[in-house]
Structures are given as structure tokens and as C-alpha cells.
């Protein structure tokens, strides 16, 4: 667990400085790994582990550390390690999933 504290957000993804922050709704045991579309404040997000003792979760960090073109070591688990409800914060994302890029282009015009 972190000692950062969670974000209160109003949608799914901010920036903090050079930090992504998400509310992640995930989903173990999936067909295949998905950065699926959001569902009110948060980001569904599919793997195909099953969730057994937070590997579902250690799973999407290694899945979204390959869509974000980051370190695994660059993905803290905020909270949710073993909860379909989680907050990830990614440091400096060398690539945004277009649902995430279109999100944070939103925020920053209604700004």
C-alpha cells in the first residue's frame, strides 16, 4: 500500500505534474487484455489473470507498463491490489491509449 493518498476525482484520469492518475474499474479472468471504455468515474479495464491474491492486478501493471511505454516500477497501485476498484498512478506515460489522450484534452479545455 502507498502512503500517497488517493486522488477525489471527477473523472477517471488527471494529470498530477508529470503523474497519470486513473480510477480503474478492472476486470480478472477476462478473453484478452483490454483498455476498455469509461464508466462514470472510472476506466474499465480487462486481464486475462485470475484474480487470485492481487495477481489479477500485478498483471494489469505489467499489461498497462507495455500501453503506457513505462517501467513496471513506474506503476504504483494506490489502492485496490485486491479489488476490481483501484487507483493507479503512472509516472511520466511515453504514450497515452486514445481514450485517455481524448479524456485529458477534455479536462484541459473545460479548465
Do not use: W
Not at 49 to 60: F, L, Q, S, V
Not at 79 to 99: A, D, E, M, T, Y
Request: net charge positive; with cysteine; aromatic share 4%.
Amino acid at each position: 500500500m502507498s502512503e500517497k493518498q488517493a486522488l477525489n476525482m471527477n473523472s477517471f484520469c488527471c494529470l498530477d505534474g508529470d503523474i497519470l492518475v486513473l480510477n480503474v474499474l478492472g476486470t480478472p479472468a477476462a478473453k484478452r487484455d483490454h483498455i476498455g471504455k469509461p464508466k462514470g468515474n472510472q476506466l474499465r479495464i480487462s486481464v486475462t489473470e485470475k484474480p487470485i491474491r492481487g495477481k489479477a492486478t500485478d498483471h494489469m501493471v505489467r499489461y498497462l507498463a507495455k500501453e503506457f511505454d513505462v517501467l513496471v516500477s513506474d506503476i504504483e497501485v494506490v489502492f485496490g491490489r485486491c479489488n476490481i476498484n483501484k487507483q493507479l498512478r503512472i509516472k511520466k506515460p511515453k504514450r497515452l491509449p486514445s481514450v485517455i489522450q481524448k479524456e485529458i484534452c477534455k479536462l484541459a479545455i473545460d479548465s
